[in-house]
């Protein structure tokens, strides 16, 4: 099993964006009142270490979509999240 470490701002993403159903870029920037730029560089690393998922998929969202594109926790490691967010905080 893959120990996950999460930063702050990683930590409030995930947190945001829940483990049930997808949720619109827009959303999760709502919620964690961050710049848009800043999310969506979270949200990228995220997506790339495969913890995240775009839809449609993509392996990089650019800025300029994030608002309109929706996002998803990877289930294959939605119980690792869990976990790293609990010990978090």
């Not at 990228?44 to 495969?50: D, E, F, K, R």
């Amino acid at each position: 099993m893959r120990i996950i470490r999460l930063s702050g701002r990683e930590a409030s993403v995930v947190r945001a964006m829940g483990f049930a159903d997808a949720v619109l870029g827009s959303e999760i920037q709502d919620q964690v009142r961050m710049e848009l730029e800043d999310v969506t560089d979270t949200v990228n690393s995220l997506i790339a270490g495969g913890f995240v998922e775009s839809i449609p998929y993509s392996e990089q969202v650019p800025m300029a979509e994030f608002p309109v594109t929706s996002f998803e926790v990877n289930p294959a490691y939605s119980h690792q999240l869990r976990s790293a967010i609990q010990h978090r905080f």
